[in-house]
């Protein structure tokens, strides 16, 4: 059973910075791609970014720019997050695909103005 943790998230000022990271069970190798979603406040979850087994990396156009994707390369994604906005307030969950998809539990990010 393939697990994801999230871990990172929490307060800060507008502007600021956070750094998200996810440690998946297993080698991330075994996954066709890995990537991060947000659910802000009363919204439904949204794509934010994703890396596949390839390489190749994808962004929504609200976090261009300001959002990195990275890996380790043995099991941890990760979520470098700079010039934060209050809109960027949301729970961040971790996402792996392999045969099926799994969900981390969900970290929270608030960015206050």
């Known amino acids: 059973q393939v697990q994801l943790v999230e871990s990172g998230g929490g307060l800060v000022q507008a502007g600021g910075s956070l750094r998200l990271s996810c440690a998946a069970s297993?080698?991330?190798?075994?996954?066709?791609?890995m990537g991060w979603y947000r659910q802000p406040p009363g919204k439904a979850r949204e794509f934010i970014a994703i890396?596949?087994?390839?390489?190749?990396t994808d962004y929504a156009d609200s976090v261009k720019g300001r959002f990195t994707i990275s890996r380790d390369n043995v099991n941890m994604v990760y979520l470098q997050m700079n010039s934060l906005k209050p809109e960027d307030t949301a729970v961040y969950y971790c996402?792996?695909?392999?045969?099926?998809?799994?969900w981390g539990q969900g970290t929270q990010v608030t960015v206050s103005a």
């Open positions: 890396s596949f087994r390839s390489g190749f």
């Open positions: 996402n792996a695909v392999q045969t099926a998809t799994y």
């Open positions: 297993g080698s991330i190798f075994s996954f066709n791609s």
